[in-house]
């Protein structure tokens, strides 16, 4: 299994923004799916956005146009730009690795995401 290691969180105000990154302890080159999701207290964890290997992306509703996801594959990393972050962003994010052809399903530990004045 790969190992996820996700950085990047912390408190930000209302409008502002973060960059999330997860960063795989081996090649995610050919890992067919790099996601991230997240979990609000009390609620259940949702898909935020995916990457494929070829660079295909999607996003919840709740967050496009606001957020962008990519990967590095040079440096095994994942990235999560957020922008105009709202209240409602607060939230444990996650990385999560998928490839059935590998028999890949790994997620990370999680960052902290607080949106607060």
């Known amino acids: 299994q790969v190992q996820l290691v996700e950085s990047g969180g912390g408190l930000v105000q209302p409008g502002g923004s973060l960059r999330l990154s997860c960063t795989a302890s081996g090649s995610i080159f050919s890992i067919r799916s790099m996601s991230w999701y997240r979990q609000a207290p009390g609620k259940e964890r949702e898909l935020v956005a995916g990457?494929?290997?070829?660079?295909?992306?999607n996003y919840a509703d709740s967050v496009k146009g606001r957020f962008t996801i990519s990967r590095d594959n040079a440096k095994n990393t994942v990235f999560l730009q957020m922008d105009n972050l709202k209240p409602e962003d607060t939230a444990v994010f996650y990385c999560?690795?998928?490839?059935?052809?590998?028999?890949?399903?790994?997620w990370g530990k999680g960052t902290l995401v607080t949106v607060s004045s």
């Open positions: 999560r690795a998928a490839d059935v052809r590998y028999g890949i399903d790994s």
């Open positions: 990457i494929t290997y070829v660079g295909d992306t």
